[in-house]
């Protein structure tokens, strides 16, 4: 494009895919690149259900990252959307982020993703996180175990959670993006929608506040959004705020009852948690309220995982 100014000729951007099994850390490495939360994480695997989209731009380059579910057998028509998801991602990137757990174990899940990696034939990095839960020497031994699954194009020792050693990482994303030109304006930063990004964080808080018993049986509806003019916004709420009110969608009773918890002490829980955590990324003052309501088979009523845009 020759009306380009001088100034752009210079610009170049990859798509980067991360990529993993559930719980290696993916979304936290997101979170750690963009300097900022976009995707939810907990310990609970299968956190993650959609690809979550966040760009930065750093001199020339413009890099723009997707987060994907962790790889895994689906059993619910959820989960194998989920899995189209990290397909999509997977034809789309220019370069892989392979993020594992390098306190844990190279089980056949991971074969099998380096096996799907190899057929790609696009650059792969080969990402060990959570370093610091192991020793040097453990995480050599990590090394020498992975080297020889992929030709990988990198081998980098992270710590998503704490920071450690993204500076690196950044360094050899600059020298290998390889395409030409910026495909995103300057101002852009994510492709989710507050609305998506206030459902996620709510359904986080569920994750991390329930455990076990309920998780991977919930979704998050926003039911209504109300700005300052529109009808039924709160009269004592700030004229700059938002009123949200959300449905959380369980798969059985026993789950309602769970969140709503002896006396509703869960979910007044999960409700101020959540409302903290979106003022902070709306970067305004929000009042939140929930419902809970049974759904039973949502995970598997395609009409419905479309209305939830999974
Ligand atoms: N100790 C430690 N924990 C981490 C690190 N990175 C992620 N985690 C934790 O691993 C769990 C899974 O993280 P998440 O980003 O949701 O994983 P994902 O499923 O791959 O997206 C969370 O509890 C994170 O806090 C790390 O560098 N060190
Ligand atoms: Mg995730």
């Given at each position: 494009?020759?009306?380009?100014?001088?100034?752009?000729?210079?610009?170049?951007?990859?798509?980067?895919?991360?990529?993993?099994?559930?719980?290696?850390?993916?979304?936290?490495?997101?979170?750690?690149?963009?300097?900022?939360?976009?995707?939810?994480?907990?310990?609970?695997?299968?956190?993650?259900?959609?690809?979550?989209?966040?760009?930065?731009?750093?001199?020339?380059?413009?890099?723009?990252?997707?987060?994907?579910?962790?790889?895994?057998?689906?059993?619910?028509?959820?989960?194998?959307?989920?899995?189209?998801?990290?397909?999509?991602?997977?034809?789309?990137?220019?370069?892989?982020?392979?993020?594992?757990?390098?306190?844990?174990?190279?089980?056949?899940?991971?074969?099998?993703?380096?096996?799907?990696?190899?057929?790609?034939?696009?650059?792969?990095?080969?990402?060990?996180?959570?370093?610091?839960?192991?020793?040097?020497?453990?995480?050599?031994?990590?090394?020498?175990?992975?080297?020889?699954?992929?030709?990988?194009?990198?081998?980098?020792?992270?710590?998503?959670?704490?920071?450690?050693?993204?500076?690196?990482?950044?360094?050899?994303?600059?020298?290998?993006?390889?395409?030409?030109?910026?495909?995103?304006?300057?101002?852009?930063?994510?492709?989710?929608?507050?609305?998506?990004?206030?459902?996620?964080?709510?359904?986080?808080?569920v994750?991390?506040k329930t455990r076990?018993?309920v998780?991977?049986?919930?979704?998050?509806?926003?039911?209504?959004?109300?700005?300052?003019?529109?009808?039924?916004?709160?009269?004592?709420?700030?004229?700059?705020?938002?009123?949200?009110?959300?449905?959380?969608?369980?798969?059985?009773?026993?789950?309602?009852?769970i969140?709503?918890?002896?006396?509703?002490?869960?979910?007044?829980?999960?409700?101020?948690?959540?409302?903290?955590?979106?003022?902070?990324?709306?970067?305004?003052?929000?009042?939140?309220?929930?419902?809970?309501?049974?759904?039973?088979?949502?995970?598997?009523?395609?009409?419905?995982?479309?209305?939830?845009?999974?």
């Amino acid at each position: 494009m020759g009306d380009q100014p001088a100034s752009d000729q210079n610009r170049r951007h990859a798509t980067i895919a991360i990529v993993g099994l559930p719980n290696a850390g993916k979304s936290t490495l997101l979170n750690a690149l963009l300097g900022q939360k976009l995707a939810a994480t907990s310990q609970i695997p299968q956190t993650t259900r959609t690809r979550v989209r966040g760009v930065v731009d750093r001199g020339d380059v413009q890099l723009a990252f997707l987060d994907t579910p962790g790889v895994h057998l689906p059993k619910h028509a959820l989960n194998e959307r989920m899995m189209a998801h990290v397909e999509q991602a997977l034809e789309e990137a220019d370069l892989l982020l392979w993020v594992v757990d390098a306190d844990g174990h190279l089980g056949t899940g991971e074969r099998a993703l380096a096996k799907r990696l190899r057929r790609l034939e696009r650059p792969v990095y080969l990402l060990l996180n959570k370093i610091d839960l192991l020793s040097k020497g453990r995480l050599l031994e990590k090394v020498a175990l992975y080297k020889d699954l992929l030709p990988f194009q990198e081998i980098v020792p992270v710590g998503a959670k704490t920071g450690v050693n993204l500076d690196p990482l950044w360094a050899l994303l600059e020298r290998d993006a390889a395409q030409p030109g910026w495909p995103y304006g300057e101002e852009a930063f994510t492709d989710q929608t507050e609305r998506s990004l206030a459902a996620e964080f709510i359904r986080e808080k569920v994750l991390r506040k329930t455990r076990e018993e309920v998780p991977h049986g919930v979704a998050v509806l926003i039911e209504r959004w109300i700005e300052t003019g529109q009808e039924n916004f709160p009269e004592d709420l700030d004229s700059t705020g938002v009123f949200i009110a959300a449905r959380i969608l369980v798969d059985r009773d026993g789950h309602r009852k769970i969140l709503l918890g002896s006396g509703g002490e869960m979910i007044k829980d999960i409700r101020q948690s959540a409302q903290r955590e979106l003022k902070k990324v709306l970067d305004r003052p929000v009042r939140l309220e929930l419902f809970v309501k049974v759904d039973e088979g949502w995970r598997d009523r395609p009409d419905r995982l479309d209305r939830l845009e999974l």
